[in-house]
């Protein structure tokens, strides 16, 4: 990247921490605190900035889908004892329905199956609502705001579900309660003589409230939906940007401490110091150039040492000829000869102290 960011700037956190970025405790402290998260949320994904933003969105999703259902089920075993003394001898049957398919969906979403147990949630909260209210017999006056029972739905789906499907379910609850004030109104054994006669007013004038609620409910669940998607995905935008100016910044300290190295390095090696090698391990940015650097001193090193000996032997030739011919003058041993620490002092071992005899030319009447 050729964006560069000031240390200061970049080292600055989420929630103004410096120096340092959210981590999945940060995100999800309430996995940590409360015993129900563990109990139903996905098991934990490491690295939790380093996942996309669909998967993010997805366990944003599984805790609020956890801490629903458990309201939710815990209304319901309320409601499980109190469904007994309705006289609708149907709802105790509908409450246990929908404990199993809270349990289901807590299971679901358990296993990372986040969207199935939202929809197994919303619907069966739908469907026990309906059922509720067709298996109420006749229908009373004081029923009626059982169709306001059915918003509850349109909250579910807008936590839930995507926005799309707030409107699916208001245009469903709103056909669904047309369609059973006209079967009430035309059928009087499914409503009581008071509901009946409340129903012979203007059709319009019945329906305005339950529509009317259906369909404000959900425009307003759908403006909350779309408002709050949008400050998600501006908030997941920034994080990624500090994540980003976080590791740029980390990114050239470790560029600058590498290139201090090396070329403290260099200036060692200017020094005379040819021992001095570069300390970036392989994991550096650097580390290219820091072994290619660590070879080529290496060799050097080498070729300077073979360069010193061949130097030393080129000055100990002349003395060794010297002493060679002084003691083959002399006739006397050669002396001990000082060392040069170099392969030649071998020999220099073996000639210290002997004599060096020069065989003389044949004469001309040995020849004859």
Same mark, same amino acid.
């Given at each position: 990247m050729s964006q560069t960011t000031s240390p200061n700037a970049a080292s600055q956190g989420k929630n103004g921490r410096a120096g340092s970025l959210p981590r999945q405790e940060d995100t999800q402290p309430e996995q940590k605190i409360w015993w129900w998260y563990r109990l139903t949320l996905p098991p934990e994904v490491p690295g939790y900035l380093d996942?996309?933003?669909?998967q993010r969105e997805?366990?944003?999703?599984?805790?609020?889908?956890?801490?629903?259902?458990?309201?939710?089920?815990?209304?319901?075993?309320?409601l499980i004892p109190a469904s007994l003394f309705t006289a609708n001898r149907y709802v105790p049957y509908v409450c246990s329905f929908a404990l199993v398919a809270?349990?289901?969906?807590?299971?679901?979403?358990?296993?990372?199956?986040?969207?199935?147990?939202?929809?197994?949630?919303?619907?069966?909260?739908?469907?026990?609502?309906?059922?509720?209210?067709?298996?109420?017999?006749?229908?009373?006056?004081?029923?009626?705001?059982?169709?306001?029972?059915l918003i509850i739905v349109e909250l579910f789906a807008a936590s839930l579900l995507p926005a799309p499907y707030i409107f699916l379910t208001a245009l469903f609850n709103s056909l669904f309660v047309i369609t059973e004030v006209l079967l009430q %109104? $035309?059928?009087?054994? !499914?409503?009581?003589?008071?509901?009946? /006669?409340?129903?012979?007013?203007?059709?319009h004038a019945v329906l305005v409230r339950p529509v009317a609620l259906q369909i404000v409910v959900g425009v307003m669940s759908f403006l909350w939906v779309r408002s709050t998607s949008q400050a998600i995905v501006r908030a997941d935008r920034a994080e990624m940007v500090a994540q980003l100016e976080h590791e740029l910044a980390q990114q050239k300290e470790e560029l600058e401490e590498g290139i201090r190295q090396l070329l403290q390095t260099h200036i060692d090696v200017s020094n005379g110091n040819f021992d001095a090698r570069t300390p970036l391990t392989r994991d550096h940015t650097l580390w290219p150039l820091a072994n290619a650097l660590n070879t080529l001193l290496t060799r050097f090193q080498r070729a300077s040492k073979a360069e010193?000996?061949?130097?030393?032997?080129? %000055? $100990?030739?002349?003395? !060794?000829?010297?002493?060679?011919?002084? /003691?083959?003058?002399?006739?006397?041993?050669?002396?001990?000869?000082?060392?040069?620490?170099?392969?030649?002092?071998?020999?220099?071992?073996c000639l210290s102290g002997r004599k060096i005899t020069m065989p003389h030319p044949p004469d001309a009447s040995s020849r004859n």
């Open positions: 996942l996309t933003f669909a997805s366990i944003r999703r599984a805790r609020l889908l956890s801490a629903i259902s458990f309201f939710v089920l815990l209304v319901d075993l309320l809270i349990i289901i969906s807590i299971i679901a979403n358990r296993t990372n199956n986040v969207t199935f147990a939202s929809f197994l949630l919303v619907g069966a909260l739908e469907l026990a609502l309906l059922s509720i209210v067709v298996t109420t017999i006749p229908f009373d006056v004081g029923n009626l705001p059982l169709y306001d029972l %109104k $035309m059928s009087a054994g !499914l409503a009581t003589p008071a509901l009946y /006669a409340y129903l012979q007013n203007p059709f010193q000996e061949i130097q030393r032997f080129q %000055k $100990m030739i002349p003395v !060794l000829f010297n002493a060679i011919q002084a /003691a083959e003058q002399s006739g006397k041993p050669l002396p001990i000869l000082p060392r040069t620490s170099s392969p030649i002092d071998t020999l220099l071992s």
